[in-house]
Every structure is written in C-alpha cells, then in structure tokens.
C-alpha cells in the first residue's frame, strides 16, 4: 500500500530524513516513533504530498506521490500534529467543506455520520473556536476519515487527549486498521505496543529499528529490570537481595526503594520475595521495569565512547 | 471546477461574519454617500446636472484603499492558522485553490459594489431628462474589471506572507505604483512615457470607461493583469512544495 524507496529531504543545509525505506501493506498499523525533530512530520507531509522530497520516491496504492499527486492525495486521510481548524466556522460546515472539496455524494449526510463515529454530533452547530482540546482533536480526525480513505496518516494523533479520549481514539484506530492502511506517529511507546502491527524507530531522519514491538523490546531488553520497594530502611533490604542467587547490579533509588537486574530468561522475584519476607522486612512493591522509549532511544542511538588506549590516558585529540 | 467554487462560497461566507469586510463597506457607503450628497447639493446650487462621475471617481479611489483589506487574508491566513496543509492535502490543484480565493473576494466586492448602484439610481431620478446611461455601463464594467485585477494581485501577494498586515501594506504599494506609474512619462520622452503609459491602471480607466468609451485593448489590459496575479499567486503556492 505504502512504498517508500530513499527518501530524502533537506531543509536548506540540513538533512530532515535520510535515506528512509519502508513499506506498509493493507490491514497494517505502522507505528511512527521518534524523539522531536527525527523527521516523523517531514515524512508525512511528504508522503501526503504536502510537500516534494529532496530525492526519493514513494508510492501509495501505486500512485507516485510527485507524479499522481491528486490521486495520491483522493485516497490518503491526513490530520496533521496540531490539528489545523478554522475557528470561524462550526463543526458541521468545517467537515462538509471537506466533505465537498473531495466531492464526497450526499455530504452532509456523511458529515452526520463521521460525526457520530467520533461521538461530536451534540456539537455539530457549536464554533470550533469553543472546543476542548480532545474535542478539536476528534474533528480532526472526522476531517482526515471523512472520504473513508484507504491510507490514514496521523500525525500524533493521541496527543493532548485526557486517557478516556485517548482509549477511544486508540480504538478507533485499531477498528479503522482492520481494513486500511494506517501510519502513525507516536513517542508513547506503550501506545505503539498496544495498536501497531509494526514499529518504525526513526532518530535523526534515519531508521534506527524496524520490528514488532513485541520483538523490538525483547531484543532491547538483554536483561530484566525489577523494581522494589519495602518498608523501612533500604539498606538492610539490599544486602538481602544481593544474596539471591541470579541478582546483579543492585542500585538504591532516592525514593528509599531499590531496581536489580536478572538475565531475561530467568524470574528471580518469587527468590527475592521470600528472601526479603523471611528477614523481616515488609514488602510493598514488586514489579518488572520496562524499557520506557528514552531508554530504547539511549540504546539505539548510543554513540560508542572512544576506548581508552592500554596505558589507560585518553587517545590525544587533534 | 466545482473545487473553485466551494473554495469561493466559503470565503464569500467569512467576509459577512469579518469585521474587516463590515468596516470597508460602512467605509465605502459613509464616504461614497458624504460626497455624492456635497455634489447633488452644490449642483442644484450652481443649476448644473452632474454626471455619474460624481460616483465613479470616489468609488475607484475607495477601492484602490480598500480593496487590499478585502484581499489580504486569502492565503495569508490559511497559513497562519496552518489549514494550509490541509487544503494542499486535499484532492485540489493549486490553481482551483488561488482562482476560488481570488472569486470568493471577487463576490463580495461584487456586491458592495452593487449597493453603490443606488446612487446613479437617485441621480437619475433628480435629473431631467437622467444621466447617461452609456456612460454609467462602461464605469460600472470599467470598474468591475479594475477590482478583479486589485483583488488578484492581492491574492498573489497574500500567498507569500502569513501576516496580513504585512500583505496588505504590500499591496497598497503595489497598487499606488502601478496607479501612478505613468507620473512620470512626460519627462521620459515618447517610448518610455509610453511604455509607462501602458502600464498604468489609471490611464487604462480615466481616460475610456470613466468617459464613456469602451476600448478592447483596456479590457484585455484588466484581464491580463488578473490573469498574471492568479498565475503568480499559484506559483507561489506551488513553490511552497519544495520548500
């Protein structure tokens, strides 16, 4: 559905996206992830044809993005990371000048449609400009799906929400995803695991990592980190972890608890568990650290340190 | 086509909820009807029957002020508030896009201009035997011509800025230039005076429409002027792609 072949673009001297290569195909969610300023924006505006690259092609349902530009953009859904919306205008009219600009038979029937699906239709007459936030968002997101499009891209498009709304968005996401195809960015890494089929770890305009997210932690995740927390002072605790077998690297956090790590393969928390409860101490908390996304990006993107020369001096700079 | 005019109907619509488009009409409407009464007044006075000049000359000296107010938001606020992405998003030719904007102003200046009618229609009734009607059509259609090409040269400069101060002080200049250009042509000799000549959007109207006369090569003066606003409004569009 989506084919992108050594995409390119500069913005002036400096180099947005670099060389970027994926596919997507029908019924896929592709998840977008990137620290601020990777170049996530960039490429959707290029792949919405809001913008050329640099050098580079895509294709969207085997239309050039440059050269098929309007039939690129009749199947693609776009909403942009903040929401462009004209505060001028109420809900209803803003959708059906969508609606009517991609020529969409019995619009405002469509418009009341789109409005139910992300539940607005209360406030169908109301001024954009005396919107929430989550509420903006969701005419946002009835804009890009109002042509029922085969390609959806959104741009963060959980962004700003309270969790209720998030939840909903995320759902329809996923319902939408069955039958289309849909790209989005995100720095929430728990919210790429839970809808994308495929993950797209993007830093610097280039890609970093490509896999399920399930298979992304795994293979980031060499060892398990586990959080605990006990009544009481901690350091009294830590000797007691130490001496289960399988415990490395026990590290006191300045909230008076405490992480360890174990080889993944191995669950060490029963050994502690008991360990701790038989010395006396009172266990509180007791739970695997995940990977948050900046410590997946500290990972990828880690610069190698200059290895220090035998005799223990740092290499000479020039 | 019909992407031009959904374009257009909703920059129509927006001028009537713009207090900027309610101020240039109680502009044009106080000023217009100040000076039409000072002309009437002064001409029973004198026992003289004025011409629908009376109207014209202040009505095209209003426009050339007020036009650029009706113009500068086009594009200039697309990009500001970002819909911009949407609307070069959307299945439509950058052209469909500038060419709506530029009509949807067109309209309305359109029906400001048809309230100014009532004017001639009182003069006509004051006068014995009425004004001249010839005259009043080629005013009025030299009129209509010369907003058209006002509104796309402010299109075409809203198209570069996101600020609409900035377009319309732009586009006041550009507009003064070109309505004063010739100024200078009798110092110039016989090519450059006329070269300047020909270029001036006064000369192209006083000297025929507001007299009376109907000349082909005005006409395709305005259009070609409308036309090269439009063009280079949406290469401009256009060149925001590659940005």
Redesign the interface.
């Known amino acids: 559905m989506i084919k992108v072949t050594g995409l390119t673009k500069d ?1 002036g001297s400096r180099r947005a996206i670099d060389n970027l290569t994926f596919n997507a195909e029908r019924g896929e969610i592709l998840g977008f992830l990137g620290p601020n300023g990777a170049g996530k924006t960039t490429t959707m ?1 290029i792949l ?5 690259p640099t050098s580079g092609t895509a294709q969207i349902d085997g239309f050039d993005i440059m050269e098929q530009s ?1 039939e690129v ?2 199947i ?1 859904g ?1 909403m ?1 990371e ?1 929401v ?5 205008m109420t809900v209803f009219d803003y959708l059906k ?2 609606a ?4 969409i038979p019995n619009a405002s029937d469509r418009v009341d449609e789109i409005l139910e699906t992300v539940h607005l239709e209360d406030r169908a007459d109301g001024y954009i400009s005396n919107l929430s936030k989550g509420m903006r968002q969701r005419v946002g997101l009835a ?1 890009a799906l109002i042509h029922k499009p085969q390609v959806l891209i959104l741009d963060e498009p959980t962004i700003g929400l309270d969790p209720a709304q998030i939840l909903e968005v995320r759902n329809l996401v996923r319902e939408i995803g069955k039958e289309k195809t849909i790209l989005l960015s995100t720095h929430i890494l728990s919210e790429a695991q839970q809808i994308c089929n495929r993950v797209l770890i993007i830093n610097k305009g280039q890609i970093v990592a490509e896999d399920t997210p399930e298979k992304l932690q795994n293979r980031l995740t060499g060892a398990q980190r586990v959080h605990l927390r006990i009544r009481g002072s901690i350091d009294e605790a830590v000797t007691v972890v130490e001496s289960v077998p399988g415990v490395s690297t026990v590290t006191v956090k300045s909230d008076n608890s405490m992480e360890f790590e174990t080889a993944a393969n191995q669950d060490v928390r029963p050994d502690v568990a008991r360990a701790v409860i038989k010395a006396g101490l009172d266990l509180l908390e007791l739970h695997p650290e995940s990977l948050s996304l900046e410590e997946i990006f500290l990972e990828l993107t880690r610069d190698e340190p200059p290895a220090p020369s035998i005799d223990g001096t740092l290499p000479a700079g020039d | 086509m019909r992407n031009i005019w959904v374009i257009a109907r909703r920059e129509f619509k927006l001028f009537f909820i713009s207090p900027v488009a309610y101020a240039v009409a109680f502009m044009i409407f106080l000023i217009l009807g100040i000076i039409f009464y000072a002309n009437v007044a002064a001409a029973l006075a004198q026992q003289s029957a004025p011409t629908v000049q009376i109207v014209i000359a202040p009505l095209v000296t209003l426009l050339l002020f007020t036009c650029p107010a009706l113009s500068m938001r086009a594009l200039a606020d697309e990009q500001r508030m970002g819909t911009m992405e949407l609307l070069l998003t959307a299945p439509v030719r950058d052209w469909e896009l500038v060419v709506g904007k530029w009509l949807g102003s067109f309209l309305f200046a359109l029906s400001l201009i048809a309230v100014t009618w009532v004017f001639p229609i009182i003069l006509n009734i004051l006068e014995q035997p009425g004004i001249d009607q010839g005259m009043l059509l080629t005013s009025y259609i030299g009129v209509l011509l010369l907003v058209a090409a006002f509104l796309a040269i402010g299109v075409a400069v809203s198209s570069f800025f996101s600020n609409q101060i900035a377009v319309f002080f732009i586009t006041l200049v550009i507009f003064l230039v070109l309505w004063m250009i010739s100024y200078p042509a009798q110092a110039m000799g016989s090519t450059g005076g006329d070269l300047l000549r020909a270029l001036d959007m006064s000369e192209h109207f006083y000297n025929t429409f507001y007299t009376g006369i109907l000349d082909l090569k005005d006409i395709i003066y305005y259009l070609s002027v409308t036309l090269l606003g439009l063009v280079i409004g949406t290469m401009s569009v256009e060149s925001k792609r590659w940005r």
């Open positions: 913005y505006r919405t044809g809001y913008m050329a309007l953009r009749r693609v776009y942009p903040t462009p919306l004209y505060p001028d000048f969508f009517d600009l991609r020529k804009q």
